[in-house]
C-alpha cells in the first residue's frame, strides 16, 4: 500500500477503558467498547499497570477515561478494615485506577465511572464507601443483563440531568456496595429509593460523572444510556481539535 493509498487520520476523540484483572489476565467485557464506538469515540484498553509513570503514560496520549466495573476495591484505601461480605480485591487494579482518577480530574480529562467506576472515582478523591449495603432494595438483580429494575430519581439541574434527559428511570443493577460519603467537590445527584448513591459528578471544573448501573449494557435498548457515553465523547472531543 502507498502512503497515498493510506486510510485518512482519524480524529475522533480516544478514549481509555479500565480492564480487569482475574489470574493474571485482563478482561473487559465488549460492551464497554461498542458504547464507545457507537458515541463516536476510538476505544483503548488499559490494563492493570501498577507502578510509577504508567497511569501518566496512559493518560498522556488520552482524551476521555472510563473507570469500569468488576470486583471490590481494599477499603485500606478509605481508611477502613475488612468486613464481612467484602469480596474479591485486586491490589494492582486499585492502584493503576486510583491514579487514573486522580490525574483525570487534575489533568481536566473527561471521566465516566461505572459500577466500581463511581467508587473509585469517589475514593480517589477522598469519599467513602458502604462495604456491604443492607437495605431493602435488591442491587443485584437475576434479570437481563439489559434490563432495568429498579428506579433513580436525579438531581434537577445538574449534569447527569442535562445529559439523560430524564428525572426518574430505571437502572440495572449489580452491586452490594457504593458510595457512602460523596468526596469534596462532588455531589450525589441520583438517588434510590432507599438513599443509595447511584451518580456523582463534578460540581465544577473537569467532566467527572460516576452511575452505579451499567449504561453500556443498556445503551442497545435504552436511549438514555447511550446518551452518557456521546456526552463523555463530545467533551473529550474538545481536546481533540
Not at 476495591?73 to 487494579?93: C, K, N, V
Not at 467513602?128 to 434537577?156: F, I, M, S
Amino acid at each position: 500500500m502507498l502512503k497515498q493509498d493510506l486510510p485518512a487520520k482519524n480524529h475522533a476523540a480516544k478514549i481509555g477503558i479500565t480492564c480487569g484483572r482475574e489470574k493474571n489476565h485482563d478482561r473487559l467485557n465488549e460492551a464497554y467498547a461498542q458504547a464507545v464506538w457507537e458515541a463516536g469515540g476510538i476505544p483503548f484498553l488499559l490494563p492493570a499497570s501498577p507502578g510509577s509513570g504508567r497511569a501518566e503514560s496512559h493518560l498522556a496520549f488520552l482524551d476521555g477515561l472510563i473507570l469500569s466495573g468488576g470486583g471490590d476495591l481494599d477499603p485500606i484505601h478509605y481508611g477502613q478494615e475488612p468486613q464481612p461480605g467484602l469480596g474479591s480485591i485486586s491490589p494492582d487494579r486499585d492502584s493503576h485506577e486510583l491514579a487514573l482518577a486522580r490525574l483525570s480530574v487534575d489533568w481536566a480529562i473527561p471521566v465516566l465511572g461505572i459500577c466500581r467506576g463511581i467508587q473509585v472515582l469517589a475514593v480517589a478523591l477522598g469519599g467513602t464507601l458502604h462495604q456491604t449495603l443492607q437495605t431493602g432494595l435488591k442491587h443485584r438483580q437475576d434479570a437481563p443483563e439489559w434490563y432495568p429494575t429498579h428506579e433513580v430519581k436525579v438531581t434537577p439541574g445538574s449534569k447527569l440531568r442535562a445529559i439523560l434527559g430524564e428525572s426518574v428511570l430505571r437502572v440495572n443493577s449489580y452491586h452490594h456496595q457504593a458510595v457512602d460519603r460523596v468526596p469534596a467537590g462532588f455531589s450525589a445527584t441520583a438517588l434510590a429509593h432507599d438513599g443509595c448513591v447511584e451518580g456523582i459528578e463534578a460540581a465544577d471544573g473537569p467532566w467527572a460523572v460516576g452511575v452505579q448501573w451499567h449504561p453500556e449494557l443498556m445503551a442497545g435498548r435504552h436511549p438514555s444510556a447511550g446518551r452518557l457515553f456521546r456526552a463523555l465523547v463530545e467533551d473529550a472531543s474538545k481536546r481533540n481539535p
